[in-house]
């Protein structure tokens, strides 16, 4: 086994080894290849090459679906940015507005099938139980969205319905980029289910974390401002655990959420959470998640030593830094 | 064998009886069951029946396969219309004119899993050949639609240009839609492939004939107003002919071209077209591509009487009515 930094260092290899056609299709390829050379972490097709490994797949096996699983994640990327209209990820130009929209949403399609095709690519004895579970995380993924869309105008939103929303958009395609990679490496439907429940809980634990950084963050690390679910009175972990308080507190903060965007509003909000100290909220669900994701791996037939490196990946995804 | 329209009432039916998902992701699926139920022909799914009963399969086994292609091809209509801003199709408002543009975009992107999903449904023995072809289908089509878009600000177009980017636009999704019938009818490889070609020529000789219908045709008939093409200098089969002529009533027509839009200009180009004996070459060229189409189905395992409905089909898409 090697560690979560050597999986991603050799996928961002093969995602740059990547060709696409040429003229006349260049419209169609190119916005493809600057969606996938932004980089990241490239935690779902790691996570996919580590599972796939630690079940005894050898490398080339799971490197065309660990493609897939990142065609897939920058398609969702790309037509977020549409409809988010936003303009900036990663700091570069989005797809839309270095291009245009058409583009964004026709390149976009084309992604989904090339994801599809890649994953494809797997041996005839796993083709059906891995294309079943890209399809159910894709679906679930989909879902999320769609509740994240409805929850911008919806003015009742639970701690519940959030980590509904947040289980389907982001848990379902880490989990499913484990269990794809189990199902590679030869794994059993149970270890490979328990692969699934440890890459939701550690999406999970992610997320808020993510909630988290976006109040408490470095703007350096966190590699976008500071603030900005706050100004858009986004329901966030942190907002929806504040406001279920129903104490003084979470009046103040439903007040605040009627103060225009800026430096004061963020400045108010951010010391209601910690009058309410919702950090610790946060830490402990985060560790309850984290537990959650321990707990399944540990369920599993690996041994501890090939476990390792998915639970230093826990620690480094919710290893939080102020 | 049945007639086209048996396998068409059929499918209608199984497309009604489609059951989603409601509350809380009434958002998502509504506007996938609005789209779907929209009518038309269902020419790809009936096809893909046709041809799967004409190798021998069950219906039932052929079903979700022909749902899947119909739920592809109402995917790429959903996000067309929003690339085009169109606000209307077979009289009804648009997905993103009746919701708005990100629910078509999302609810578009699901429409593409649940057709694989639909089309993965197959026995294991064809999964992989009837997939790999409906991967196949699906980029050709994005990349049919990439050229007809770059057509727009293009000054150049051949009729060479012209003919690719139909053949990978409408082409590709009749003829995958008859190939993967006869693979789950358990066609031999070549017969799948012929079948193919037969399904991409027909879509070749029903698309001028679209074409030639939005300058000729009868607006009830049609379904749309004639003259749409010819206000929007849309490089239709019609006016690439016609340009390439290099006559002086060519030369007219790349004036009238800078026309306003309006009833003059639609009788302007009309009348050149007619002067130019366009309709003859529409004619001469759609049987041509019927000829060929011809050819392919005589060259399969076939017999003539099961042969007889896909040559009637032919007839009928191709029968103009003026």
């Given at each position: 086994?090697?560690?979560?930094?050597?999986?991603?260092?050799?996928?961002?290899?093969?995602?740059?080894?990547?060709?696409?056609?040429?003229?006349?299709?260049?419209?169609?390829?190119?916005?493809?290849?600057?969606?996938?050379?932004?980089?990241?972490?490239?935690?779902?097709?790691?996570?996919?090459?580590?599972?796939?490994?630690?079940?005894?797949?050898?490398?080339?096996?799971?490197?065309?679906?660990?493609?897939?699983?990142?065609?897939?994640?920058?398609?969702?990327?790309?037509?977020?940015?549409?409809?988010?209209?936003?303009?900036?990820?990663?700091?570069?130009?989005?797809?839309?507005?270095?291009?245009d929209?058409?583009?964004?949403?026709?390149?976009?399609?084309?992604?989904l099938?090339?994801?599809?095709?890649?994953?494809?690519?797997?041996?005839?004895?796993?083709?059906?139980?891995?294309?079943?579970?890209?399809?159910?995380?894709?679906?679930?993924?989909?879902?999320?969205?769609?509740?994240?869309?409805?929850?911008?105008?919806?003015?009742?939103?639970?701690?519940?319905?959030?980590?509904?929303?947040?289980s389907?958009?982001?848990?379902a395609?880490i989990?499913?980029?484990?269990?794809?990679?189990?199902?590679?490496?030869?794994?059993?439907?149970?270890?490979?289910?328990?692969?699934?429940?440890?890459?939701?809980?550690?999406?999970?634990?992610?997320?808020?974390?993510?909630?988290?950084?976006?109040?408490?963050?470095?703007?350096?690390?966190?590699?976008?401002?500071?603030?900005?679910?706050?100004?858009?009175?986004?329901?966030?972990?942190?907002?929806?655990?504040?406001?279920?308080?129903?104490?003084?507190?979470?009046?103040?903060?439903?007040?605040?959420?009627?103060?225009?965007?800026?430096?004061?509003?963020?400045?108010?909000?951010?010391?209601?959470?910690?009058?309410?100290?919702?950090?610790?909220?946060?830490?402990?669900?985060?560790?309850?998640?984290?537990?959650q994701?321990?707990?399944?791996?540990?369920?599993?037939?690996?041994?501890?030593?090939?476990?390792?490196?998915?639970?230093?990946l826990?620690?480094?995804?919710?290893?939080?830094?102020?």
């Amino acid at each position: 086994m090697n560690r979560f930094s050597d999986y991603s260092m050799h996928i961002e290899k093969v995602l740059r080894d990547l060709t696409y056609p040429g003229a006349p299709l260049a419209g169609l390829y190119e916005p493809i290849a600057y969606a996938l050379e932004a980089g990241g972490k490239r935690l779902r097709p790691s996570l996919l090459l580590m599972t796939a490994d630690a079940f005894g797949a050898n490398a080339e096996a799971a490197e065309n679906a660990a493609v897939g699983v990142e065609m897939f994640h920058n398609f969702t990327l790309l037509h977020d940015d549409v409809m988010d209209k936003s303009d900036l990820r990663r700091s570069r130009p989005t797809v839309h507005s270095k291009w245009d929209e058409n583009t964004a949403i026709l390149s976009g399609d084309t992604m989904l099938t090339l994801a599809t095709q890649y994953v494809a690519k797997v041996s005839d004895s796993v083709l059906r139980p891995v294309l079943d579970t890209f399809n159910g995380m894709a679906i679930r993924v989909y879902e999320g969205q769609r509740l994240d869309m409805d929850f911008e105008t919806k003015e009742q939103v639970t701690l519940n319905d959030y980590l509904r929303m947040i289980s389907d958009k982001t848990g379902a395609l880490i989990g499913g980029a484990a269990k794809i990679g189990a199902l590679i490496g030869g794994a059993s439907q149970k270890d490979a289910e328990l692969m699934y429940q440890y890459g939701e809980a550690l999406g999970l634990a992610f997320q808020i974390q993510d909630d988290w950084l976006d109040v408490f963050g470095d703007s350096n690390t966190f590699g976008k401002p500071i603030g900005g679910d706050i100004n858009n009175n986004k329901k966030s972990f942190l907002l929806l655990t504040a406001l279920e308080a129903g104490t003084p507190d979470a009046e103040a903060l439903r007040e605040a959420m009627k103060l225009a965007p800026g430096d004061s509003k963020v400045k108010i909000v951010t010391r209601l959470y910690e009058r309410m100290n919702v950090s610790e909220t946060c830490r402990s669900a985060i560790a309850q998640y984290s537990k959650q994701a321990l707990k399944a791996l540990k369920g599993t037939s690996l041994s501890e030593e090939t476990r390792e490196p998915f639970r230093a990946l826990l620690d480094k995804l919710t290893g939080r830094k102020k």
